[in-house]
């Protein structure tokens, strides 16, 4: 079981104390974390100073990431926010947990397994939840037994109004922008970090599991003006498509991508402008936390880990959303920094997919007793080592209405089946053809690599 955590006050002190059981001794881990603040953000794809955007403006991010580890691999088992958060909450790949939309629930096939924050707090840690954690559309989509605590907050009447336009013409009354009035406490998320803030000054009896779930840069693309102030609109240019590129098949995008097929390059700049703003925005919170964590002389005893939930595309194959299984929609950040972290301001190529992070928090605080559900594997050893190996392959599904779209990604390959290949197969070559626009799978010089990635999508457990 988890070593016996004094107070708050004392763990400041004698926050040197303790560590893990190192399995190897070659890639021991010291750990004297004490806590854990889990960050969660809403459609965040890698659009960070840290992972190398030139455009992004994120000196927080990029700040944590000089603290610990950047996953330049990780990736996510379902490009969609109920599915993903479901799978790498509850460690189960979302075939296996039976949640492959944003409607179902939770709670009608999670069953008696155990999710991350509730093994958590059957090991004594005070579990507290902010924002948008599990999918809440609704109260059975979350796990209530998993917190001791939850919050969540609404944007201020001063903070809905300001400039905005729809980027659709209305067709998705989702997508629109708005620089809006107010600060950041007048938008949800700047509530959210100020009560993170407010609980990480609290003093308390036991160590505690924080989740905070960001949801911007989610749309629709609303931040306060100071946000798009930050990017003018001709930094903003729209990706490039091949002159001669098309669509593998109909339903390698979801069907509305006709709508989106009507922007004009105004539209996409001022599409590309909103996500950054809202990047931006989400940076600064990320900034508070971190600033109550030093302040309150906790920084040098808390595992941090930043996620975003998925990936998202911003016009790379013509697409500017999620649900797919391309690298735009399946590779998202991942930093983590504490003591568990060996070397800090590194990056690392290690393939990892979001199921692994269950198993890893436990392994590297110090739990026993993982519960005998999880599918995925622990990580620590990247945490000492950055260059170790760890996975041949990472996975990933998605859907379009009854079918499943299934990929395998290698770091030479990946590849995808579409109803078991009876629909189509796409291959891209991952260091050749990073952008994934020249499907190989018709051409017969490849298909001894097909039959062997097909191999390893067909005897994958789900």
């Known amino acids: 079981m988890k070593k016996f955590r004094i107070q708050w006050l004392i763990v400041f002190v004698l926050s040197v104390v303790g560590c893990t059981q190192p399995k190897d001794e070659n890639t021991t881990v010291e750990n004297s974390d004490q806590n854990v603040l889990f960050i969660i953000v809403d459609d965040l794809k890698p659009t960070l100073g840290s992972y190398g955007d030139t455009l992004a403006i994120t000196p927080n991010v990029d700040r944590l990431a000089d603290m610990g580890i950047q996953f330049r691999n ?9 599915p993903s958060r479901g799978s790498f909450l509850s460690g189960l790949r979302p075939e296996t947990l039976g ?21 958590f707090k059957q090991n004594g840690f005070e579990t ?14 979350e796990d209530t037994k998993a917190w001791d605590a939850y919050f969540k907050f609404t944007t201020s009447e001063l903070g809905e109004k300001g400039e905005k336009r729809n980027l659709t013409n209305g067709e998705f009354p989702w997508c629109y922008w708005q620089a809006a ?7 949800q998320d700047g509530q959210v970090t100020q009560k993170a803030v407010d609980l990480i000054s609290t003093q308390r009896d036991k160590p505690f599991f924080l989740a905070v779930g960001l949801h911007k840069p989610h749309d629709p693309f609303v931040a306060p003006k100071k946000y798009f102030d930050m990017y003018p609109l001709e930094n903003c240019t729209p990706p490039s498509l091949p002159e001669d590129w098309e669509r593998a098949y109909p339903y390698s995008l979801p069907g509305w991508s006709e709508v989106f ?8 700049r001022e599409f590309i402008r909103s996500y950054y703003a809202c990047t931006s925005f989400m940076d600064a919170q990320v900034g508070r936390m971190l600033d109550a964590l030093e302040e309150t002389g906790q920084l040098d005893n808390t595992l941090i880990v930043l996620i975003g939930d998925h990936g998202y595309h911003l016009g790379e194959h013509g697409w500017w959303n999620k649900v797919t299984v391309y690298e735009e929609g399946t590779n998202a950040p991942m930093i983590i920094a504490g003591n568990a972290v060996k070397n800090k301001g590194v990056e690392t190529e290690a393939l990892v997919e979001f199921i692994d992070i269950y198993p890893t928090l436990i392994d590297v605080m110090g739990i026993e007793g993982a519960p005998e559900h999880l599918q995925g594997e622990s990580f620590a050893t990247v945490l000492a080592t950055p260059t170790a190996d760890f996975k041949e392959a990472v996975y990933a599904v998605t859907k379009r209405g009854d079918m499943l779209g299934r990929m395998v990604k ?30 190989l799978a018709l051409d017969p010089n490849y298909q001894a690599q097909i039959e062997k990635l097909s191999s390893l999508l067909r005897n994958k457990e789900i």
């Open 74 to 82: 990780a990736h996510c088992n379902f490009a969609v926010c109920g």
């Open 99 to 119: 949640i492959l939309d944003n409607v179902t629930p939770l709670q009608s096939v999670l069953g008696d397994r155990v999710t991350l924050p509730h093994f």
């Open 128 to 141: 507290v939840g902010i924002g948008k954690t599990f999918h809440d559309k609704e109260p059975d989509h």
């Open 181 to 187: 009035e107010g600060e950041d406490i007048d938008q």
């Open 261 to 268: 097929d009507k922007m004009t390059e105004q539209d996409q």
């Open 410 to 439: 290698t770091k030479q390959w990946r590849y995808i089946e579409w109803d078991g290949g009876e629909q189509g197969k796409e291959l891209y070559h991952q260091t050749e053809d990073p952008q994934e626009y020249q499907n």
